[in-house]
């Protein structure tokens, strides 16, 4: 699983990471990315081991950030209700940012196998267990009601899939639209009678 740097390589990621939200991972052959990025089947092979360590390194850069963010945000942050702000806002401006590799981080992760497979699967379980424990943490702070496993899963739904009508040049920034989805999630988890 050997993941190379480099201005090249970054540049090979951004082109794969295109053709793979646009077209799908399995459509996408190893000469059409050689021949997008403009190089030959052997210098390609230079900078990547395979086109699936290619997927990998694409997925796997944009769930580890989020998850070290996340982590920061439960250091840096006791309050779960301002937390919950704080991890909307990454996630949005994350996606925002990086549109055709969240695409391909969240819609094309399960053509990975074996070890790939299982450390994008921890590290995207990690990141439903920050939001989770935030949750949980406003519950024992008696902010937040009792929401069920499947509650948190639908709300991190409503961000992940946002990939799926999400336009970067429209009229509302990641951070509004961060605070909008913020204030449903909050309106889910809160008590309904104000406390």
């Known amino acids: 699983m050997a993941i190379s740097g480099g201005a090249q390589f970054e540049r090979i990621q951004k082109i794969a990471s295109d ?11 190893v000469a059409e990315i ?22 990998f390194s694409i997925v796997v850069r944009y769930i580890e950030d989020l998850v070290t963010s996340g982590q920061d945000s439960i250091d840096s942050e006791p309050d779960p209700s301002k937390r919950i702000y ?6 949005m401006s994350t996606i925002f940012a990086n549109l055709s590799e969240v695409t391909v981080c969240f819609r094309e992760a399960e053509c990975l196998t074996g070890k790939r497979y299982k ?14 424990y ?12 009792p929401l069920p496993a ?9 961000y992940f899939y ?3 009508w999400l336009k970067p040049i429209g009229k509302s920034s990641s951070r509004e639209i961060a605070d909008i989805f913020a204030e449903m999630a909050l309106s889910a988890a809160k008590y ?3 406390r």
Do not use: C, P
Request: aromatic content about 12%; proline content about 0%.
């Open 86 to 91: 704080l991890l909307s806002r990454k996630l």
């Open 192 to 194: 309904s009678n104000g």
């Open 150 to 158: 499947v509650a948190i899963k639908g709300i991190l739904g409503m």
């Open 34 to 55: 050689g021949e997008a990025v403009g190089l030959g089947r052997g210098a390609l092979y230079y900078h990547i081991s395979s086109k699936e360590d290619l997927l």
């Open 134 to 145: 935030t949750f949980r943490e406003g519950e024992k702070k008696g902010i937040f009601r």
């Open 19 to 29: 053709l793979f939200a646009t077209r799908g991972y399995r459509a996408v052959g």
């Open 119 to 132: 450390v994008v699967s921890d590290l995207h379980q990690a990141y439903q267990d920050i939001w989770t």
């Open 162 to 164: 946002s990939f799926l």
